[in-house]
């Protein structure tokens, strides 16, 4: 079936999951209690979401530990009956039409092996090549391409056992591109990684998004993921959406603390400080300041600084991604 | 049409190639598990002589102890051939791995099945192949006639998908109860005690070789041991007929547990 190219890849409306959870008190007269009156306790993986995703588009959908960003991708797809709302994922409803949309969709759950073990990437590609029914010509022209991408020409001969974890995430994911899906939902995709492997798969997953338009639907721990893959941002927190917009708006609503290094022209005798402004770090001839934006105006601790001092830089950074992300959590 | 059955084909037969290949990646390894089979055959042996011994008798309700021997080799041989396919589907919905397994475009139950086919045939022939010098030597050639070789080999194979399908039902429990163990457990004890593992069911007390005989679990194991050892048309078509009636029945069973489960699935964890 050929999706219309017009409508959203993802639409989801009003989605909600909720679980039964079985409660026991501690001690085993709890477990004795539990096991002729089971306490069942009702939990909200996810509250009802809405939000749209067009094709072409890299959305990180991030959020705390248990915030209910798996469940919405194992409801997406079709893992999991919502408990409530409608979706469609490239015009399929997933739990319904789960087999007909595995055909266009890919998955990689970071945590989580899709390889045999004990054989080598190749043949779990070939298996791959058969379930997902590819012509072997097609399949062996996608294979080329998907080794270039990933670098992992030399690894695919090799039992997956033998791997480090970064060669290995690196054929999980490509294993998930064979059947050239024209909608990958990665969870967490980079966790535990050196920053090299982390570098290659993040230039991958870009040079498929760039070539083949691919969409991408992202979640991650790793702010570096968000910052050079996505430009826009779902943070969901309690099974709720707190943030849908641009990534560099996220930085900007949620930018609190600046970070100002100042490079002064003559040695500093005495300690530096500066009311509500915190010194980081002081040298001979330079301070790193850090402050709240909303108390103090940039420009009012600029001014302070350079009316003491001659300077020779002054350089105003945003905190990092993560801190950010950190400040939205806690909301 | 001609296509899509191609495809389908290659699809499931490559499930079952690739498992082979990972079963060969470590044979050894399997191989050192099987090798016990020689030790429990060789105390069925003396067992069951010191049985006919002191019966003083040649047959114990018509079975030699050639055919009692021949009889508990091929009983191994099914029972420790079953694809345990239950114990990995409760693994995948514990350690979360069904969010790939599930969502792959073919039918979950018929990936398990040909997956664990690989598996099961490897164990059968390693079982059978190592079981085989003692039972020869203290039993002699089997009595079975190559004309009722592939009567028995069909009986063979509905044992399997019977007993696949009872598993299946067990497995399919994980996706609620998350630990199916104790469901396996009490199917195992069913299966040693009425379904002839422990002792033919012709040895049995009539009031309970008669319950036994229609119940599925002697079907899966019993059937193709004793057709092997004694074959017999009555009973051979009795327990065909049998075995199609019970696969019918948990077909069904599957059928409406599948669409259940997959409704009311729980993973664990992010």
């Known amino acids: 079936m050929q999706y219309e190219t017009d409508r959203p890849v993802i639409e989801v409306r009003d989605l909600a999951k909720r679980f039964q959870l079985k409660q026991k008190a501690p001690g085993l007269r709890g477990s004795l209690q539990a096991v002729w009156r089971p306490e069942m306790r009702e939990i909200t993986a996810v509250s009802p979401l809405s939000f749209t995703l067009q094709e072409g588009e890299m959305l990180a959908f991030i959020g705390p530990n248990g915030a209910g960003k798996s469940t919405t991708i194992k409801m997406l797809t079709g893992i999991l009956f919502p408990s409530s709302g409608h979706a469609t994922v490239l015009g399929c409803v997933p739990w319904q039409q789960r087999r007909q949309l595995a055909y266009q969709i890919g998955s990689v759950f970071g945590q989580k092996p899709q390889l045999w073990y004990h054989l080598p990437a190749d043949d779990t590609f070939r298996l791959f090549a058969r379930i997902y029914e590819l012509d072997m010509k097609a399949y062996q022209r996608r294979r080329d391409f998907l080794v270039e991408a990933f670098q992992i020409g030399d690894l695919l001969q090799t039992p997956v056992r033998k791997l480090s974890l970064g060669q290995r995430m690196k054929c999980e994911i490509a294993a998930s591109l064979l059947h050239s899906p024209r909608l990958i939902f990665l969870d967490e995709p980079t966790i535990g990684l050196d920053v090299v492997a982390k570098q290659q798969i993040r230039d991958a997953i870009r040079t498929l998004n760039e070539t083949e338009n691919t969409t991408i639907f992202l979640t991650s721990h790793d702010a570096g993921d968000i910052e050079s893959l996505c430009r826009r941002v779902i943070v969901i927190n309690h099974g709720r959406i707190i943030f849908d917009d641009k990534t560099s708006v996220l930085k900007r609503q949620f930018l609190r603390r600046k970070v100002v290094d100042v490079r002064f022209a003559n040695a500093l005798t005495e300690p530096f400080a500066l009311p509500g402004v915190e010194t980081v770090k002081q040298g001979t001839y330079g301070v790193k300041l850090e402050f709240d934006s909303r108390q103090i105006p940039v420009e009012s601790v600029i001014q302070q600084v350079i009316s003491g001092h001659a300077c020779n830089d002054i350089n105003i950074a945003d905190p990092p991604m993560e801190e950010i992300i950190r400040e939205i959590y806690a909301v | ?270």
């Not at chain 2, 082979?20 to 060789?42: K, S, T």
């Not at chain 2, 919905?93 to 086919?117: C, E, K, M, Q, W």
């Open chain 2, 1 to 270: 049409m001609l296509t899509q059955l191609r495809l389908t084909t290659t699809k499931y037969s490559a499930i079952t190639l690739t498992n082979l290949q990972n079963q060969l990646a470590y044979i050894w390894d399997a191989l050192g598990r099987a090798v016990f089979i020689i030790l429990i055959m060789f105390i069925f042996v003396q067992l069951w002589t010191a049985v006919y011994q002191s019966q003083n008798s040649t047959e114990i309700a018509g079975l030699t102890l050639a055919n009692t021997i021949w009889y508990f080799l091929i009983a191994e041989v099914m029972e420790l051939g079953k694809i345990r396919h239950d114990t990995r589907i409760t693994e995948e919905v514990r350690d979360g791995s069904i969010a790939y397994t599930l969502v792959r475009p073919y039918n979950y139950l018929a990936y398990h099945f040909f997956n664990g086919l690989a598996e099961g045939g490897v164990k059968m022939v390693l079982i059978f192949a190592l079981g085989l010098p003692l039972v020869l030597y203290y039993a002699g050639l089997p009595t079975l006639e190559w004309a009722h070789v592939p009567l028995v080999l069909l009986v063979m194979a509905l044992a399997m998908l019977l007993d696949f399908f009872i598993l299946s039902i067990i497995g399919l429990l994980a996706f609620v109860t998350e630990d199916t163990f104790s469901f396996r457990l009490i199917y195992q004890k069913l299966v040693f005690i009425l379904g002839g593992l422990m002792i033919p069911l012709d040895f049995l007390p009539d009031w309970l070789q008669g319950t036994a005989r229609v119940l599925p679990f002697n079907l899966t194991t019993y059937a193709p041991a004793k057709l092997f050892v004694a074959f017999n048309w009555a009973q051979f078509w009795q327990i065909v007929g049998l075995q199609l009636l019970w696969l019918l029945i948990f077909g069904a069973v599957l059928l409406w547990q599948y669409r259940l489960m997959t409704q009311r699935l729980a993973i664990n964890g992010g």
